[in-house]
């Protein structure tokens, strides 16, 4: 059984490996609008298992049952499967205590892929260049509590910061509280950038900053990058340019 | 221009976009091996300019120069450009304060690839499937205790860690100091994987803990993670496999 990342979208970051879990497999598991990206030049035989998006753990049942069946199965994830993705989906369900004992047996290989915060960095220069921290800002499966402990203790060690899964219909109010933290502690000037959709149609990236950013143009599709300190932001021939240097000072 | 990002080495965790702009290229410009790593179906054509390890900022104004004079140059990176890599060496010579106008018009366009700590994760399961954080140990261009401060703030936020540049001839001394914060912040069954050259020739994969772990395996090409108070070790049908998993009691 695969876990196959397929990157933000665009065909042209999927990788090879990817591209040949896709054709390999006889089943494709995953959120409907996932396998919708899926190249229809490649597995165009597999079986589709279409399904929504908060289930992962019965989608991951379903995949390890039709795998230890003898079927070819491939589980799609958007970004890269390891970060925020099936890959921990996965592997928890084949371990869980409600596993079937031949679940453990299923041979699972993991096909990386671009996750967004990198994606969403390389459209803009090289923000993440130094040391960062990547965190969800969803508290579907832990405390907020630890969200904000996390997102200060990033902010005070002075590492840029990546944000995922910043705002959904059920906690609407989180990114603010965020926010208000990242306000707290770093200067206005600080560069921040939201990156929605990047690689796919209709991708929108801003480059803004601590003092000028506006929650209001996130959604859960936005992947959110706090500078550090050391971030700036130059004018270049496409626009601007944000860079974390190498050194610090 | 282009700063393309080569993933471990593997072709197979080759990006499309990557394999196009080094058959896209006139001049290649990189530290020697990298440019050894470059699939010789690719680029055949394009001549190659290799450099030592140490010369980031002198290769990127050759790349700049040669950019602005009209050649296709793609500047070579190993996994992502954008993570302790060619992208921010090229886009500081780009911007600071002895680049020459010219330079300055220079479209550079970030290609991005899969970083070792992605790369070593995906060997062992999901270890990094839930908010972590990614620190370079090198103290060539930031002092040691920026280093310090970040790795302890990570620690006591029970962020994974992602850990590169642990070790080289210069510094020999600052990984095990590290190692002994991660001892003592870390209970001694926390999973560690130690991770040299994967997706390379002589692929070397160990997975320990905070308790058993040995600085001694570690060189300059080794990545290191290390587990927060959730990450978990199972026996699978190929070996351990590690899981943070997606939820924090």
Known sequence: MRVVGLGPGDPSWLLPEAAEALDWATDLVGYGPYLDMV???????AVRHGSDNRVEIQRARHALEMAAAGRRVAVISSGDPGVFAMASAVLEAQFDTEALPAWTQVRVRIVPGVSAAFA??????????????????????????????????????????ALYNPVSRHRPHQLGV??????????????????????RPGEAVTVTSVGEMDAGIC??????????????????AAGPVVITPRSYP
Request: aromatic share 2%; glycine share 6%.
């Open 178 to 199: 965020a926010l208000d933290l990242v306000r707290s502690l770093r200067p206005p000037s600080t560069p921040v950038v939201m990156a929605r959709d990047v690689g």
């Open 39 to 45: 190249p229809s030049r490649l597995a165009s035989g």
């Open 219 to 236: 959604d859960m599709r936005t992947v959110i990058l706090v500078g550090s300190t050391t971030t700036r932001v130059h004018e270049g």
């Open 120 to 161: 969403a960095a390389s459209r803009v220069g090289a923000p993440l260049g130094h040391d960062f921290c990547v965190i969800s800002l969803s508290d579907n499966l832990k405390p907020w509590s630890v969200i904000e402990r996390r997102v200060r203790a990033a902010l005070e060690a002075d590492l840029v910061l």
